[in-house]
């Protein structure tokens, strides 16, 4: 199907002096306002293109896309920052292009499509799932990788380079930019100042977004379903980034039925209580783990962080190992329901449970492939 673009004069020595070439240009690739429009009109609006830093005019184009949901809403994925920033229809069209990379993976010969990108890794924090799941991303599309996994110690940043200056240099370097920091609000920090997309692969206690995204993901594929589900949320709910972000996701769905179990000293804070009420999902703080897992469709369990405890060991201590997910648990559990975790694990999942065919999680981590994968193409190329 052809596909016109029209560009302003005054744009053609700027766009001829591009590395990449014209052929690159529509979509994501560098980061155009696209507005689609009913009658099948897509527009470009007047915009400081995010990836080059160059302006484009206002034009039409005609165009025709296999994502339905396009010909009647806007689409534009300039960064993956906070999970707030999806609603429905962009969180099923994600889902239905990580099943098109589903495909991909699964096809001996790979993909090519991100041949010539380079992506950066900027890791603060520890990381083995999200990074490698990443890394592993971007070399099945036919991508190359720029990698650090402990920027903190062995980067710039131990010399006291600031984290602007930090990603105004990397990005010199590549297309897009996936940043674990430790600080919450970091990711914010760094898409505010770089012009070429940046995900955010967690900040602190602060947000996860792509894991959010893969835990929907997982749960649509495992229960078969989004609305109408009850899930419980177990673990450390005050320093998961993960639950946070999940909470977000969930809220979009309709009669959805939240369940927090956790610790008195790690309980999901007033911020995130109060967004559900806002939106009108029901939730609930219990204590009793198997009660909860009873009425569940997903036990969503995480470990106890203690590296957000600081000196406060004894806190620490007190919190570990009260929630833990057992056989006990699971024969409470429903038959269909399946018990997930963000990993890594300590003990608040015994390993006999992974013998279960309800147990998620390695599944889960799996299927973060199929969404990084459906990430990086979305946002370097477009639809």
């Known amino acids: 199907m052809a596909t016109s673009y029209s560009f302003s004069a005054c744009m053609l020595p700027e766009l001829m002096s591009r590395q990449r070439a014209p052929s690159s ?39 025709h896309s296999a994502h339905s949901f396009l010909s009647e809403n806007k689409f534009q994925l300039d960064d993956v920052i906070e999970a707030q920033q999806f609603d429905r229809d962009i969180l099923n069209a994600i889902f239905e292009v990580a099943r098109d990379m589903e495909k991909i993976e699964k096809n001996s010969q790979g993909s090519q499509i991100l041949n010539g990108y380079l992506m950066a890794t900027l890791f603060y924090e520890p990381s083995t799932r999200t990074r490698l799941s990443f890394e592993s991303a971007m070399k099945r599309l036919g991508g190359e990788v720029l990698t650090t ?33 430790f600080e919450s609000g970091a990711a914010k920090r760094a898409a505010a100042t770089a012009e070429i997309p940046v995900i955010n692969a967690g900040d602190g206690p602060g947000q996860h977004p792509t894991q959010a995204l893969l835990d929907v993901y ?33 809220a979009k769905y309709k009669d959805v ?3 927090f179990v956790s610790p008195d000293v790690v309980k999901m804070k007033d911020d995130i209580k109060d967004y559900l009420t806002s939106k009108g999902v029901a939730w609930e703080e219990s204590s009793d783990l198997i ?11 995480t470990r106890i962080q203690k590296e957000r405890f600081g000196e406060r060991i004894d806190l620490y201590e007190e919190a570990r190992g009260k929630y833990i997910v057992d056989k006990g648990v699971l024969n409470a559990m429903q038959k269909h329901a399946v018990v997930m975790h963000p990993l890594p694990r300590l003990d608040e999942i015994t390993v006999d449970v992974d013998e279960d065919p309800r147990a998620a999680y390695f ?13 990086l193409k979305l946002l370097l190329l477009g639809w």
């Open 149 to 181: 996994e402990n920027a903190k110690e062995f980067s710039s940043a131990a010399k006291g380079e600031t984290l602007e200056d930090t990603i105004r240099t990397v990005e010199g370097y590549s297309d897009i930019i996936v940043m674990r920091h």
């Open 25 to 63: 240009f529509p979509g994501g690739a560098i980061g155009v306002k696209l507005v689609h429009l009913s009658s099948g009109m897509m527009k470009m609006w007047p915009t400081s293109i995010k990836n080059h830093g160059c302006r484009v005019r206002c034009c039409a184009v005609q165009t």
């Open 363 to 375: 599944r889960q981590a799996k299927n973060g492939l199929y969404i990084r994968m459906a990430l």
């Open 291 to 301: 009660e909860v897992a009873s009425k569940c469709d997903v036990v969503y369990q």
């Open 257 to 259: 039925q939240i369940y």
């Open 218 to 250: 997982t749960i649509e594929r495992e229960i078969g379903k989004l609305d109408g589900i009850n899930v419980a949320l177990v673990g450390d709910l005050a320093n998961g980034r993960t639950v946070r972000s999940l909470t977000y996701l969930l």
